[in-house]
């Protein structure tokens, strides 16, 4: 049960991140980018935090649609091992 939790915390962590990311794009642009990872772009040049960041910002948006929807589906015996 507890990885369920786990799942779930980090759905909520990169939402939140990506919702604060947004706010400024919203503010300034007065539009919100159409995509999580083109929230994670207008962060990277924003802040100017180089292609590496960027790449793991993208991934992060990724990550968040893989748990927010399901689109893969785990192993749990593999999961539960490697605790």
């Avoid at 799942?7 to 919203?26: C, S």
């Avoid at 990872?37 to 924003?46: E, F, P, Q």
């Amino acid at each position: 049960m507890g990885v369920y939790a786990i799942e779930r915390l980090a759905q909520l962590t990169i939402q939140a991140l990506l919702d604060l990311g947004a706010m400024p794009a919203i503010e300034l642009r007065g539009k919100r980018p159409e995509t999580y990872g083109g929230i994670a772009d207008y962060l990277s040049n924003k802040l100017d935090l180089g292609e590496d960041l960027r790449r793991f910002l993208r991934g992060l948006a990724g990550f968040r649609n893989v748990l927010g929807h399901g689109y893969a589906e785990n192993n749990r015996g593999l999961e539960e091992g490697g605790i």
